[in-house]
């Protein structure tokens, strides 16, 4: 069960490397900290995949579409401006 479990993982990560990633318009052009996001396996699945732009082979987060649609709103709206 648990080795169904990593190769599910493991092929989830394969797929992942292939998506097309849109950077985030939040992170600029100065190679700071730079968030992508895949929009298209958000629609496909219902869950959005972001990562970090300067280590695209890195591992990814994924958040399903609510939580994901709540963060992006809370940012628009100033929730986290210091």
């Known amino acids: 069960m648990r080795e ?4 599910n993982i493991r092929s989830e990560g ?5 998506e097309q990633w849109i950077k ?3 992170s600029g052009d100065n190679g700071g900290n ?3 996001w895949a929009p298209a396996r958000a629609v496909a ?8 732009s300067k280590v695209p082979q890195g591992p990814a987060l994924v958040f399903d ?3 994901w649609s709540a963060f992006v709103t809370s940012i628009k709206v100033g929730d986290f401006d210091t």
């Open 34 to 36: 730079c968030v992508e």
């Open 4 to 7: 169904s479990r990593v190769e």
């Open 14 to 18: 394969l797929r992942l490397m292939t």
């Open 45 to 52: 699945t219902g869950v959005v995949p972001v990562r970090d």
């Open 65 to 67: 579409t609510t939580a």
């Open 24 to 26: 985030s318009s939040y």
